[in-house]
Structure formats: C-alpha cells, structure tokens
C-alpha cells in the first residue's frame, strides 16, 4: 500500500537540542533528518520529507520567519504533500500555529509540534510527539480543521491553544474549548471541528507594520503609552484587566492612540472574552470601545498581537480591522 507523503520542516527548539562538550546547555543542533531517522516508527506511518527551515530557538523566531515557511508549507501542499509537521521550541508554538492557521488557507493537515524535554534527558518527550504529529498530517480525519498542535496525544485547534506552564510536558492546553481531539494507539480522533476559519492574504512583498503588545498591571499610570507611536509602532494590543478595564488615569491616553493607529482591547487572564456593556465607568470596556478601541473577543493579546500586524500587512484600513476583530466574537 502507498503511504501518505508528509513533509516534516524543522525550526529547532528544544526538540532538536543537545549539549555539546563544554557548552554549559543544551542548544538547537539535530536537523530534521536526525529527529525523523530517531523515530524509525514513523516509516509505518507516512512516506516523509524531511529538512531544516530554520535551526534556532523558539524564542528567535519573527514573524518574517512564518510568513516564509507558510510560503514553503503552501508548496509543499500544493506539490502533493498530504500533510505538513513543523517541529519547534515550545516557547513560540501558539504563535507559530495561529499565524500558519491565517496564512496557509489549505484543508490539508498542518500540525507544530516541540518537546518540553530535550533529547538528553530521561522521558524525552520529542520521538513521541513527532510521531503523533505525523499520525495526525497523514490521517483524513485531520483535513479542514486548520493548523493543530500536537503534544501528550492531545490535539489542540491553533486559535485556543496556550502554553500554561514552563517544563510540564502536559503545559499546552485551550482554556475555552479543551482539545479538539486525541491519538490514541494510533488512530486520529477528532471530537470537535472548529468553526468560522480566518485567512489573512498577503502580497508577495509585505512592508513592516510592527505592533506593540503592553500589559496592565495594579497602578500602572500609562505613562509609556505615549512612546508608542513615537518608538515606531503602527498598532498596539492592551492586554487590560478581566473583561477589559485599565486604570481610568489611561483613558485618555488610549482614546489620543486609538486616533492615529488601531488599538485592540484584549485580556490579560489568556481565557474568556473581552465583554462590551456590562461596566461602566472610566477605564471600563464599554468605555474604552467607545473612545474608538477594538474589542480582541476572544483572542488573548499575543494571538491579537500577530492578527493586528497580519492585517496590517495586508493593507486593511482601520475599519476594515475592526471588522475582521468583530468576526471573532461573531463565532
């Protein structure tokens, strides 16, 4: 029988990491060759390509990397690849799955995965995902649910998924919804289908449009607020208190940025939607909405982050954001 063709594109991470004699940790050096030939299991299951896109870690990454490697996902789809693995550092993985999810408007499976213990330790957890992850690129179960991720077994949809804690190998979950399906010996289950899929189209060549993302904390007087325009951003991300509330000292402020360029209004907690009507006062979300903010729904502020600067790539007006921003909380 033919098996599926997969390609397996390596960017490094703790995956791919080993300790070199005298070095003082371990650093990203395995290419994609070495982690798909350390899983012998994984012949059973597909026919792979295997090659390193980039060789660093999570936390290197840039969002000019993704827009390429969503170009070379595209090719290899487009050249007969049934399904597409990235392998990763865990640091970036929500952000790399929710712009790939934006950018590669495909039904074939796209599935990152990492591992949260490098290859030298005991319970390595990288052969394991890897191969999970190929399981999931090769199965027909997986079309038309968008960029996953993978890890533990567990599949997670790109627009829920979070990391939520800094070496449990269990540390991805999606808060709103949980998985939208599992491995289990082998075999593909996907228990819920994701709804309402957004693509950002971007041309061939995309200008910078960089996008500040800033956290409220207790007291804070927004007093860095006015940098942002000055230190070159074109759109910022607030990630305020609860359903959206910042100190009232930072209305103002905010309403002045929300005039020059698109402010989304985001939540700090990572779970749950930005409300629109239930407070009222100073600083509140109705407040702020109608000082001119965007409301982020449902996205936390680095997933707000990455679709305000897509957007902004693609040369959408500020109403046209605000627009694309509402889909969210439509559903």
């Known amino acids: 029988m033919t098996l599926p063709e997969v390609a397996v594109l390596s960017l490094g991470g703790t995956i791919s990491s080993t300790q070199a004699e005298g070095d003082s940790g371990v650093t990203p050096t395995l290419t994609g060759e070495a982690l798909v030939e350390d899983v012998p299991e994984i012949a059973e299951v597909a026919e792979v390509s295997a090659t390193s896109f980039r060789q660093m870690p999570g936390s290197e990454l840039t969002l000019e990397d993704l827009i390429e490697l969503s170009v070379e996902i595209k090719g290899r789809i487009d050249g007969g690849a049934r399904g597409v693995v990235i392998t990763q550092g865990t640091d970036s993985i929500e952000e790399t799955s929710f712009v790939l999810d934006l950018l590669v408007d495909r039904d074939t499976p796209v599935v990152v995965t990492g591992a949260m213990r490098h290859p030298d330790l005991p319970g390595a957890d990288g052969p394991a995902n890897l191969l999970a992850s190929v399981q999931v690129a090769a199965s027909e179960a997986a079309r038309g649910i968008g960029a996953v991720v993978v890890l533990n077994e567990e599949i997670h949809a790109a627009r829920f998924v979070q990391k939520t804690h800094t070496s449990n190998p269990a540390t991805f979950r999606s808060p709103l919804t949980g998985p939208v399906g599992w491995v289990s010996e082998g075999n593909v289950r996907i228990a819920t289908r ?3 899929s957004r693509h950002v189209v971007l041309q061939e060549q995309t200008p910078d449009r960089p996008v500040a993302l800033y956290t409220v904390g207790l007291g804070d007087d927004g007093r860095l607020l006015e940098q942002i325009g000055r230190l070159g951003y074109e759109g910022l991300v607030i990630e305020a208190f609860g359903v959206g509330h910042v100190p009232s000292i930072m209305a103002e402020p905010l309403e002045s940025l929300a005039r020059e360029m698109p402010v989304v209004l985001a939540s700090r907690t990572g779970s749950g939607e930005v409300h629109r009507e239930t407070y009222g006062f100073t600083g509140s979300e109705s407040d ?14 680095p997933k707000a982050r990455l679709f305000l600067s897509l957007l902004l790539q693609s040369g959408a007006s500020k109403d046209e954001v605000t627009r694309e921003f509402g889909r969210w909380s439509a559903g």
């Open 194 to 196: 994701p709804v309402g």
């Open 288 to 301: 702020l909405l109608e000082r001119g903010l965007i409301n982020a729904g449902m996205l936390d502020g």
